[in-house]
């Protein structure tokens, strides 16, 4: 069975550029997560998608950051401008509503601004 | 705010050692503990969980016991193999939040043939 899909794996680019990160969950769960990982600060939820709908975006830095979930098969997390300080991996991770602390989670993708 | 602390790392251990990650949190009242495993070039996956005091949970040998009177999560396996090497994760869901996983730092665990 495939697990949660993300792409791309690395993504490189220049502070002042829009980054856009995508994420596929697992068919059949109907909860989103995206994470970002960094040395100081560790793993820190973003948002939380249920049932594609944004119920907790209050781990989102900024308004530099947005999220969207048009359907229940893909998610879209955007960085815009990007800055050197958005360096991180971030996670997207998928659940069932009822099982909310088994999450699942994709590879990640590792993000470099320089 | 509801925190999780872990032991740095790495921790290196020979084959067959006895291993035991320390993890204790700060939290009101009773969270739901958690254990998540990182293998290397993958997402994190639940090892194993416990959601009230004195709850045992194990999987694949590991152990972890919720002792609220030390406020403490300790991972634990008897006899560790070289394909455990991954980073662990310690974490907990607040009582008033089902979702919000709060992780600790993650612990890298390497075990030598």
């Known amino acids: 069975d495939a697990g949660v899909i993300q792409s791309p794996r690395h993504e490189v680019t220049e502070m002042g550029q829009e980054v856009t990160l995508r994420c596929k969950p697992i068919?059949?769960?109907?909860?989103l997560f995206w994470y970002r990982q960094t040395m100081m600060r560790g793993l820190e939820l973003l948002i939380y998608?249920?049932?594609?709908?944004?119920?907790?975006d209050s781990g989102m830095p900024e308004d530099r950051f947005s999220a969207k979930m048009p359907n229940a098969s893909f998610s879209t997390l955007k960085i815009q401008p990007s800055e050197p300080r958005d360096s991180a991996v971030y996670f997207c991770?998928?659940?069932?509503?009822?099982?909310?602390?088994?999450?699942?989670f994709g590879p990640g993708t590792r993000l470099t601004v320089t | 705010g509801d925190s999780v602390t872990q032991m740095e790392g790495p921790v290196t251990l020979s084959e067959e050692a006895f291993l035991t990650i320390n993890c204790t949190y700060t939290?009101?009242?009773?969270?739901?503990l958690f254990w998540y495993v990182q293998y290397p070039g993958e997402g994190l996956q639940l090892l194993l969980k416990?959601?009230?005091?004195?709850d045992k949970g194990s999987n694949k040998g590991f152990e972890a016991t919720y002792r609220k009177e030390t406020t403490s999560f300790h991972l634990e396996k008897g006899s560790v193999q070289v394909s455990d090497s991954a980073v662990y994760f310690c974490?907990?869901?607040?009582?008033?939040?089902?979702?919000?996983?709060?992780f600790g730092s993650g612990t890298r665990l390497l075990v030598r043939p």
């Open positions: 991770a998928s659940s069932f509503q009822t099982v909310l602390y088994e999450q699942y």
């Open positions: 068919s059949g769960h109907n909860s």
């Open positions: 998608f249920n049932n594609n709908v944004p119920i907790d």
């Open positions: 939290a009101t009242g009773y969270p739901s």
């Open positions: 416990a959601t009230k005091a004195d």
């Open positions: 974490a907990l869901t607040p009582m008033d939040s089902s979702y919000k996983l709060i």
